[in-house]
């Protein structure tokens, strides 16, 4: 049954625009689109709002799923703070979540990452000190990848037209860097192999370790968190509480528990959205952010996609990697507990990233490539008036799709017992990395429950699991058709996949699809206002 977000929401047949799924580029897409006068309706599947942002409970705890760490908020200037606090009219906080973002673990050693660029830099410096020039030119490799992300971004909102004159030109410097691998830029500078490990000790951000990824995707993240990391106070609930507030002052509503089931198209004009129990909904325009793969595969009726060559366009890019996340939740607050704010990469010593990986790959058995470990509840202010004396940690390691495809089509929670025997196998292994980290955890722990590949299929749509939506490898750059258009008229797409994976990279492409839709620099416009 369909629900709304909040009590009596006031429901048309007609809207100005419908955005499929309530991720944070359809939320930021709804956002602008309902301060440029429009009334928007979200439709979101799950039972909840926010897409990867949004919160779950279960046994007096809270979890967030999909935001550990955003960048850049802290800085008054910086785009990403004016483009939160215009879409949220400057009603979401955030808080800092120390000197130390990251600690990149490789077996017995540690690497924290610093908060500020020069700060950063010394703390290298120490870890390394015969490797200064290579830490200098990495560092500036990172900002200048960067500043060539802007005009190809832009680009990609620009009208057709122009795309066609000066396109090639705007996205030629960015692919100087995106065109190469992680691994290949690096290994340029140095030929410390344990340097290149700690560089790219936050390569789990994206999911692709350095010999697959692109440079530009890896220099994004270095970049984004250079002056450190920051939580939303209240938790990653306020993102879509905060926003759809102001979806609303314009007439428009976030409805969940609301599956589209198809886009519908006449004339190659799509003009509204059939829902799974029946209903249909019409509108100018039709907006997906429910990810490339899931939209053109089940949502559009199979004969235009072949007529459209969407089939062929999925088969140039690839899925991401899945996971699994443990989300623990334990006695004692925070600081009972002295948890850290600090994120934790935790790696094996004896092999490359891509070798760890591939080592897995072939026997599930070995050594986790990546352990990840988030403490949540110790990074928000406001959690210890929700939650007293109480704390959360999420653990996640890659775990393949295939591992848990025999069990698609099974109902949630009722998978069966070699289902929950597998999930027991990899939490109790996570728990045991998270005692040699933490051990005064031991003990602690009232609640843990593992997500697997097939969690996120049922909640997120996503088919095989994938966490990042796309794959971020070089080839992933170069296609012109992870962009706000499609083929069919008045249909758009927003979303991580037409930027990259991040909540930072989905708002903005919120401002892309939003800037297409209203033939505006909306980017231009928020910049101004603030
Ligand atoms: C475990 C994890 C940890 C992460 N940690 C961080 C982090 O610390 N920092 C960071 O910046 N990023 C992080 N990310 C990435 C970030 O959360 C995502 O890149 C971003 O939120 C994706 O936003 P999106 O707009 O693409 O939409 P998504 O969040 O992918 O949402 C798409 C929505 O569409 C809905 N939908 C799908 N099909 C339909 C349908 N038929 N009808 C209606 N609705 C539909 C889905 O239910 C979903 O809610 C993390 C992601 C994961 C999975």
């Not at 580029?25 to 689109?33: D, E, F, P, Q, V």
């Not at 083929?487 to 927003?494: A, D, F, Q, V």
Request: aromatic share 10%; charged share 25%.
């Amino acid at each position: 049954m369909i629900q709304s977000y909040k009590k009596n929401p006031k429901l048309a047949e007609h809207y100005d625009t419908i955005i499929i799924g309530s991720g944070m580029g359809s939320l930021t897409t709804a956002a602008i689109l309902a301060k440029e006068g429009q009334k928007v309706l979200v439709l979101e599947r799950h039972y909840t709002a926010g897409g990867f942002t949004h919160i779950f409970k279960r046994k007096g705890y809270e979890w967030d799923v999909g935001i550990h760490y955003i960048g850049e908020v802290q800085r008054p200037k910086s785009i990403v703070k004016k483009l939160f606090d215009y879409i949220t009219e400057e009603q979401l906080k955030w808080a800092d979540i120390g000197e130390v973002y990251d600690k990149i673990i490789i077996g017995n050693k540690e690497y924290d990452f610093v908060k500020g660029t020069q700060n950063f830099k010394e703390k290298l410096y120490q870890y390394f000190p015969e490797e200064k020039d290579a830490i200098n030119q990495h560092l500036d490799l990172v900002f200048a990848a960067v500043k060539a992300s802007g005009k190809f971004y832009m680009e990609k909102a620009l009208p057709s037209l122009l795309r066609k004159v000066i396109g090639a030109k705007m996205r030629k410097p960015f692919h100087e860097f995106s065109d190469k691998t992680t691994y290949e830029v690096l290994s340029s500078l140095t030929k410390n192999q344990e340097l290149i490990k700690v560089l790219t000790g936050q390569y789990g951000d994206y999911g692709l370790p350095p010999k697959e990824s692109s440079f530009i995707m890896h220099a994004s993240v270095v970049r984004h968190y250079l002056s450190g990391g920051n939580f939303p106070i209240g938790g990653s609930s306020q993102i879509a509480e905060t926003t759809d507030k102001v979806i609303e002052k314009s007439g428009g509503t976030i409805l969940i528990s609301a599956e589209v089931n198809e886009i519908l198209i006449k004339a190659n004009k799509a003009y509204g959205v059939q829902m799974k129990d029946g209903k249909t909904f019409t509108a100018k325009n039709i907006i997906s952010g429910a990810g490339i793969m899931a939209t053109y595969e089940k949502l559009l009726p199979e004969s235009l996609a072949k007529k459209h060559s969407l089939f062929n366009q999925l088969s140039k890019v690839k899925r991401s990697v899945s996971h699994a996340c443990l989300y623990i939740g334990l006695e004692g607050s925070p600081e009972e507990l002295q948890l850290p704010k600090t994120n934790y990469w935790i790696y094996p010593s004896d092999l490359d990233h891509d070798a760890c990986v591939e080592r897995y790959l072939n026997d599930l058995e070995t050594e986790f490539p990546v352990v990840y470990i988030s403490f949540p509840s110790a990074k928000d202010p406001d959690w210890n008036r929700r939650y007293p004396g109480k704390s959360t940690i999420d653990i996640i390691t890659l775990v393949p799709y295939e591992k848990f495809a025999k069990w698609e089509g099974s109902r949630w929670m009722k998978r069966g017992e070699e289902y929950n025997e597998l999930k027991e196998k990899i939490s109790n292994r996570l728990l045991d990395v998270l005692y040699k980290h933490i051990p005064q955890a031991k003990g602690k722990v009232q609640h843990y429950e593992l997500s697997t590949p097939l969690t996120t299929q049922h909640f997120v749509n996503y088919d095989k699991g994938e966490i990042y939506g796309l794959d971020h490898s070089p080839n992933r750059f170069r296609q012109r058709f992870l962009q706000p258009r499609t083929p069919i008229k008045n249909l758009y797409l927003t979303g991580q996949d037409i930027v990259t994976a991040g909540v930072a990279a989905a708002l903005f492409s919120g401002v892309l699809t939003a800037s297409v839709v209203t033939k505006k620099n909306m980017l231009k416009k928020v910049l101004k206002q603030s």
